[in-house]
């Protein structure tokens, strides 16, 4: 079986790279929208679980987290800016 491809290589990465420019221009900053971070805490299987469902329920795509950090510590605790608060949840998502 003989397959073909409908667009170029490079139109395929082009169109890529529109998409993923149309998606995050709902991430950049404006005047009309505050910030709001998000944190996920724990392994790196139960973390990924996390990010994906939240992309298969359309919250946030899989390339707008950013790549793993490191967990707060005493030595590097979490910083936060006067007036900021936070609420926490605890998931319990299945171990792989």
């Known amino acids: 079986m003989q397959t073909q491809a409908f667009l170029s290589t490079a139109a395929q990465s082009s ?40 992309h298969r329920h359309r919250f946030a795509e899989v390339f707008e987290w950013t790549d793993f950090l490191p967990a707060p510590s005493e030595a590097n605790p979490l910083q936060t800016r006067p007036g900021e608060v936070m609420k926490a949840l605890v998931k319990y998502v299945p171990r792989a």
């Open 15 to 54: 169109e890529t790279v529109g998409i993923e420019l149309s998606l995050k221009l709902h991430t950049y900053p404006k005047p009309d929208r505050e910030p709001v971070k998000l944190l996920v805490i724990g392994s790196r299987e139960a973390v990924n679980a996390i990010v994906h469902s939240l």
